[in-house]
């Protein structure tokens, strides 16, 4: 009874281990797939912004001016 009680916790003890294991390294993936999205963005952004020529972008057909913006030169 005792080696069977015994069995059973390495089994335990085991499993725990291994779904650990895996938590840690679906969070690590996880955090890589998030940082890459990241980096995406913000270069798509640079890209874009270059390609209108700089960071003020003049209202077009494309990308109209904010007409919630309350300022005389939006």
Known sequence: M???LFFW?????GSLAFNI???YQETLVNAGVAA??????DINFRN???GKGGI????TKE???NRYLVHPLK
């Not at 916790?9 to 003890?13: I, K, N, Q």
């Not at 890459?36 to 963005?41: D, F, I, K, P, Q």
């Open 56 to 59: 003020y972008v003049f209202p």
């Open 9 to 13: 916790t390495l089994a335990v003890v």
């Open 36 to 41: 890459e999205a990241t980096v995406n963005r």
């Open 21 to 23: 294991n895996s938590a």
């Open 48 to 50: 874009w912004a270059a």
């Open 2 to 4: 005792v080696l069977l």
């Open 63 to 65: 990308t109209p001016s």
